[in-house]
C-alpha cells in the first residue's frame, strides 16, 4: 500500500493523470489505478520506466521503491492474518523494515517494552470487550514483537515517557513493580534509550502528542504511527512527517537524560 501511495504522489507531482501514465507505460488506465490501489503489483522494469515519465532522479529513493516491489517477505505477522485487525499486522511489517524506532508515550508505556502482565491490563480494559480468545491473540502478538525488538541485531530505539505513563497503576501495584523492573532491564541494551519526562516540567505542552515514528530505507519512507479511538492512524505525508519529526526533537530536548531517567524510575519503583 506504502509503494502504491508513492507511485501516485509521482504521478501526480510530474501532473500527469492515469490515462497518459498509462500511455506511457503501454498498459491499459485500469492497470495503473489497480497498481496505484495497492490491487496489483509492479516490476522492477516497469517501476524504473514509471519513474522515468515521472521524471523523479532521486535514485535512492527509487532503488527503495523497488525493494519494496521486489520484496516476498512471509514475516511471522502473516499467522495473524483473518485473526487480528489489519493495523496490527501493517505494524509488524513496519517494525520489520524499519531502521530506526522513536516513540513518545504519555499514558502507557510503550507496547514494545510491556511486560505480558501490563499487556494483558491493556487489552482487558478495551470497549467493547474482547473474547477470550481475541484477548491471547493480541498478547501474543505483542509480546512476539516485543522479544524481535530486544534481539541483539534490532535497530536503534529512542523512547520518551511521560511520567504519567508510569505512575498510573495497569493492573495492580505487582504488576506496575514489574513493569517499572522491565523498563529498566531493556534501558541496559545498547540500542534502547529511555528517557523520562517529570511532571512537574514548566511549559510542557505536548502532553497528548503520543507517536511511534519509524524510519524507513529513506526519509520519504517513514511512517509515523498514532493510535485513535477506532484504531491506529498512519501518517506519511512528507509534510506530517517534517512536523513529527520537529516535535519529537522538542520533547526530546525537555526530557532528563537517559542515566538521570534511570534513577527516576528506580525512584519511583522504590515508591511501590
Given at each position: 500500500?506504502?509503494?502504491?501511495?508513492?507511485?501516485?504522489?509521482?504521478?501526480?507531482?510530474?501532473?500527469?493523470?492515469?490515462?497518459?501514465?498509462?500511455?506511457?507505460?503501454?498498459?491499459?488506465?485500469?492497470?495503473?489505478?489497480?497498481?496505484?490501489?495497492?490491487?496489483?503489483?509492479?516490476?522492477?522494469?516497469?517501476?524504473?520506466?514509471?519513474?522515468?515519465?515521472?521524471?523523479?532522479?532521486?535514485?535512492?529513493?527509487?532503488?527503495a521503491l523497488v525493494a519494496m516491489a521486489?520484496?516476498?517477505?512471509?514475516?511471522?505477522?502473516?499467522?495473524?492474518?483473518?485473526?487480528?485487525?489489519?493495523?496490527?499486522?501493517?505494524?509488524?511489517?513496519?517494525?520489520?523494515?524499519?531502521?530506526?524506532?522513536?516513540?513518545?508515550a504519555i499514558l502507557f508505556v510503550p507496547?514494545?517494552?510491556?511486560?505480558?502482565?501490563?499487556?494483558?491490563?491493556?487489552?482487558?480494559?478495551?470497549?467493547?470487550?474482547?473474547?477470550?480468545?481475541?484477548?491471547?491473540?493480541?498478547?501474543?502478538?505483542?509480546?512476539?514483537?516485543?522479544?524481535?525488538?530486544?534481539?541483539?541485531?534490532?535497530?536503534?530505539?529512542?523512547?520518551?515517557?511521560?511520567?504519567?505513563?508510569?505512575?498510573?497503576?495497569?493492573?495492580?501495584?505487582?504488576?506496575?513493580?514489574?513493569?517499572?523492573?522491565?523498563?529498566?532491564?531493556?534501558?541496559?541494551?545498547?540500542?534502547?534509550?529511555?528517557?523520562?519526562?517529570?511532571?512537574?516540567?514548566?511549559?510542557?505542552?505536548?502532553?497528548?502528542?503520543s507517536m511511534l515514528y519509524l524510519g524507513?530505507?529513506?526519509?520519504?519512507?517513514?511512517?509515523?504511527?498514532?493510535?485513535?479511538?477506532?484504531?491506529?492512524?498512519?501518517?506519511?505525508?512528507?509534510?506530517?512527517?517534517?512536523?513529527?519529526?520537529?516535535?519529537?526533537?522538542?520533547?526530546?530536548?525537555?526530557?532528563?537524560?537517559?542515566?538521570?531517567?534511570?534513577?527516576?524510575?528506580?525512584?519511583?519503583?522504590?515508591?511501590?
Amino acid at each position: 500500500m506504502r509503494l502504491a501511495t508513492e507511485l501516485r504522489r509521482l504521478r501526480e507531482a510530474a501532473g500527469l493523470s492515469a490515462r497518459q501514465a498509462a500511455q506511457l507505460l503501454g498498459v491499459s488506465p485500469a492497470q495503473i489505478t489497480h497498481i496505484e490501489s495497492g490491487l496489483a503489483g509492479v516490476s522492477e522494469m516497469r517501476l524504473r520506466r514509471l519513474a522515468s515519465h515521472y521524471a523523479c532522479t532521486d535514485d535512492v529513493f527509487i532503488d527503495a521503491l523497488v525493494a519494496m516491489a521486489t520484496d516476498r517477505t512471509r514475516g511471522w505477522w502473516e499467522e495473524y492474518r483473518g485473526l487480528l485487525p489489519t493495523p496490527f499486522l501493517d505494524l509488524a511489517e513496519l517494525d520489520h523494515h524499519s531502521s530506526f524506532r522513536r516513540e513518545v508515550a504519555i499514558l502507557f508505556v510503550p507496547g514494545l517494552l510491556q511486560t505480558e502482565d501490563y499487556a494483558r491490563a491493556v487489552f482487558s480494559a478495551r470497549v467493547p470487550e474482547l473474547t477470550n480468545d481475541e484477548l491471547e491473540l493480541r498478547i501474543r502478538h505483542r509480546m512476539t514483537r516485543s522479544s524481535l525488538a530486544e534481539g541483539p541485531t534490532s535497530i536503534p530505539y529512542e523512547v520518551v515517557i511521560h511520567e504519567a505513563a508510569l505512575r498510573i497503576q495497569v493492573g495492580n501495584r505487582a504488576t506496575s513493580r514489574a513493569q517499572l523492573a522491565r523498563l529498566l532491564e531493556l534501558s541496559d541494551a545498547a540500542h534502547i534509550t529511555v528517557r523520562v519526562i517529570p511532571l512537574d516540567l514548566e511549559g510542557f505542552a505536548m502532553a497528548s502528542a503520543s507517536m511511534l515514528y519509524l524510519g524507513g530505507p529513506v526519509a520519504r519512507l517513514d511512517t509515523v504511527v498514532r493510535d485513535a479511538p477506532h484504531g491506529s492512524v498512519f501518517v506519511d505525508s512528507e509534510a506530517q512527517l517534517g512536523a513529527y519529526r520537529t516535535r519529537f526533537r522538542k520533547v526530546e530536548a525537555v526530557s532528563l537524560a537517559p542515566d538521570r531517567s534511570r534513577d527516576f524510575i528506580h525512584r519511583l519503583a522504590k515508591e511501590l
